[in-house]
Each structure stands twice: as structure tokens, then as C-alpha cells.
Antibody, heavy 117, light 113 residues
């Protein structure tokens, strides 16, 4: 079945750039919505952004000046880049697949803990 | 932005009893093209990613037990667990995937009384 593969925990410093990649295996990469969602420790879910089947990307207004989400269809993976990190970016970062019909996140990665100090 | 307000923030229910969670949207999430509300529900257990329970207001995702049901229309939506089981202890989130930016409710923690 479809799986999303995320890397291990990351420790970064303030003002550095975060780069995360999510690999997709076991199913088609095309026709789906590929998203990033984060969750600060002990808090709720925050949508970061997504890339659509047509290749266009959409972002949270609060992060749009610092974030880029892209995809590589030949490698069946998509990426998150977040610039100018602060302590407020410390969170678990999840990649997720949005269903091609309902757009709801039907497959999730296990998450990558990102700590900014 | 579409603001989703969940209530209550937490609830404690006896095993076998009903649990009801509400989600109110600040605006419609109805797509008139297919007459579906793009409102989903997720369950998140500690140390795990969220799991999709319900999409399009009332459709259960694959493998989700039928004690979970979703309902609603307009701007008011509900997730019901008809007979709470021990494994249902979790935080539940509503989510709209109709507008950008996508948004989540703040979560409802369900515990055993």
C-alpha cells in the first residue's frame, strides 16, 4: 500500500533553513494533493501548504513569505523548504497525501521532529 | 480564512456510551459542483500521526469502524462515537479542505470517565 517516508529528527539554529523531503512508495504520485502539516509540542495541527496535481502550490498566509513546497514527479517525492527559522518553528512536521476526490489527508508520514535553538 | 471552532475542548465518556464532538465553521465549505461539504475528521493518538476517519462530512474512510459517524450541513458539523471503546481515547480534529488556506479545528480530547 501507499507509504510516505520521512527522515529523522533535525536540530537547527535560529535563522537557518529547513529542508524536508517526503518520499512516496507503493502507489501513484500523480493526481494527488501533497501537503505539509506541523504540530508544535503539545499543541494542535497547523497546515503549512500543499502542491496540487497540476503543480501549483498554496501556502498558509502566516508562512508564505518563508516557505516553498515543490514536487519531483520523476522521483515520486515532494519537499518543504522553510527559511529564517525561529524557535516558534519547533514542531513535528508531517507530510500527507490529499485524496484525489475528497482532498482529505488519507495517508500520513510518521513525522519529523524539528527543533530550532 | 475559514475558522473551525470545536466544542468541547475535552470530554470524558464512560465505556460504551456516546461521545459527540461539534465543529462550527465560520463560512460554508460546500462545493456546489458535487454538493459535498469538504469537512473531514481525524483521530490522533499520542506519538502517532493523525488518521483520517471521515471525509465529505459523513463518509467513513477505509477500515474505520462503524461506531464512528459524521453528520452536518451548512456550517455545523458533528462527529459521533456511538459506543466508546478504550482504543478511542485520542484527540479529534475537524478539517476543511475546501478553501485555501486549509484549516483545522483546535482539537477535542476524548477520555474515559
Amino acid at each position: 500500500q501507499v507509504q510516505l517516508h520521512q527522515g529523522g529528527a533535525r536540530l537547527l539554529k535560529t535563522s537557518e533553513t529547513l529542508s524536508l523531503t517526503c518520499g512516496v512508495s507503493g502507489g501513484s504520485f500523480n493526481n494527488y494533493y501533497w501537503s505539509w502539516v506541523r504540530q508544535p509540542p503539545g499543541k494542535g495541527l497547523e497546515w503549512i501548504g500543499e502542491v496540487h496535481p497540476a503543480g501549483d502550490s498554496y501556502y498558509s498566509p502566516s508562512l508564505s513569505s518563508r516557505v516553498v513546497i515543490s514536487r519531483d514527479t520523476s522521483e515520486a517525492q515532494f519537499s518543504l523548504t522553510l527559511h529564517y527559522l525561529t524557535a516558534a518553528d519547533t514542531a513535528m512536521y508531517f507530510c500527507t497525501r490529499g485524496s484525489d476526490y475528497s482532498k482529505a489527508g488519507d495517508i500520513w508520514g510518521q513525522g519529523t521532529m524539528v527543533t530550532v535553538s | 480564512d475559514v475558522v473551525l471552532t470545536q466544542s468541547p475542548a475535552s470530554l470524558a465518556v464512560s465505556l460504551g456510551e456516546r461521545a459527540t464532538i461539534h465543529c462550527k465553521s465560520s463560512q460554508s465549505v460546500l462545493f456546489t459542483g458535487n454538493n459535498e461539504n469538504y469537512l473531514a475528521w481525524y483521530q490522533q493518538k499520542p506519538g502517532q500521526p493523525p488518521k483520517l476517519l471521515i471525509y465529505w462530512t459523513s463518509n467513513r474512510a477505509s477500515g474505520v469502524p462503524d461506531r464512528f459517524s459524521g453528520s452536518g450541513s451548512g456550517t455545523d458539523f458533528t462527529l459521533t462515537i456511538s459506543s466508546l471503546q478504550a482504543e478511542d481515547v485520542a484527540v479529534y480534529y475537524c478539517h476543511q479542505c475546501y478553501n485555501h488556506p486549509r484549516t483545522f479545528g483546535q482539537g477535542t480530547r476524548v477520555e474515559i470517565k
